[in-house]
T-cell receptor, first 113, second 112 residues
Framework: DAGVIQSPRHEVTEMGQEVTLRCKPI?????LFWYRQTMMRGLELLIYFNNNVPIDDSGMPEDRFSAKMPNASFSTLKIQPSEPRDSAVYFC???????????FGSGTRLTVV | GNSVTQMEGPVTLSEEAFLTINCTYT??????LFWYVQYPGEGLQLLLKATKADDKGSNKGFEATYRKETTSFHLEKGSVQVSDSAVYFCALRVNAGNMLTFGGGTRLMVKP
């Protein structure tokens, strides 16, 4: 099992550009979570999906952020337009609903200059 | 609501020292409790868990006991190694729900 796969690992972009982060969950997992981690705010849940349906997006900071899960094996988190304060490490995690653990990806380090 | 409170870091120890990282929680319901570890440059990994009162979770020399009377789940290790340097997160999940609530994380630095 390759685990949760995120791409890219690192992204540097200019302010105002569109950024798309990608996640492939573990096969068979039916819940997917997007987190953001910064030194100032720690680990924040942005949005999560059950069976490809968004359940709670209250953590999405503003309309510049959007997330999709078109099928069970792929999700995207898009930021448009990006701003320097979006610089963070973004993690994707998946789990089987009702099970105990999340499996996290290695994260995407986003730097907006 | 549900919340997890961890001791502020960083915690700096010498190799072979005893480790305790405090974690307390509030929960609406009967939670399962977890410790996750994040090594530099990596995502979080499940370290151990306990699903009912008085259970002890253990892994890699780390232990934590689910204390319902004190709503605590403190992480301990008898002799830390440099390789244990990481950020440790306490978390809970209530009943059959799928959401984990994380604490703020505690950075551990072990010096040789």
């Amino acid at each position: 099992d390759a685990g949760v796969i995120q791409s890219p690992r690192h992204e540097v972009t200019e302010m105002g550009q569109e950024v798309t982060l990608r996640c492939k969950p573990i096969s068979g997992h039916n819940s997917l979570f997007w987190y953001r981690q910064t030194m100032m705010r720690g680990l924040e849940l942005l949005i999560y999906f059950n069976n490809n349906v968004p359940i709670d997006d209250s953590g999405m900071p503003e309309d510049r952020f959007s997330a999709k899960m078109p099928n069970a094996s792929f999700s995207t988190l898009k930021i448009q337009p990006s701003e320097p304060r979006d610089s963070a490490v973004y993690f994707c995690a998946s789990s089987l609903q009702g099970s105990y653990g999340y499996t996290f990806g290695s994260g995407t380090r986003l730097t907006v200059v | 609501g549900n919340s997890v409170t961890q001791m502020e870091g960083p915690v700096t120890l010498s190799e072979e020292a005893f480790l305790t990282i405090n974690c307390t929680y509030t929960a609406t319901g009967y939670p399962s409790l977890f410790w996750y570890v994040q090594y530099p440059g990596e995502g979080l990994q499940l370290l151990l868990k306990a699903t009912k009162a008085d259970d002890k979770g253990s892994n890699k020399g780390f232990e934590a006991t689910y204390r319902k009377e004190t709503t605590s789940f403190h992480l301990e290790k008898g002799s830390v190694q440099v390789s244990d340097s990481a950020v440790y997160f306490c978390a809970l999940r209530v009943n059959a729900g799928n959401m984990l609530t994380f604490g703020g994380g505690t950075r551990l630095m072990v010096k040789p």
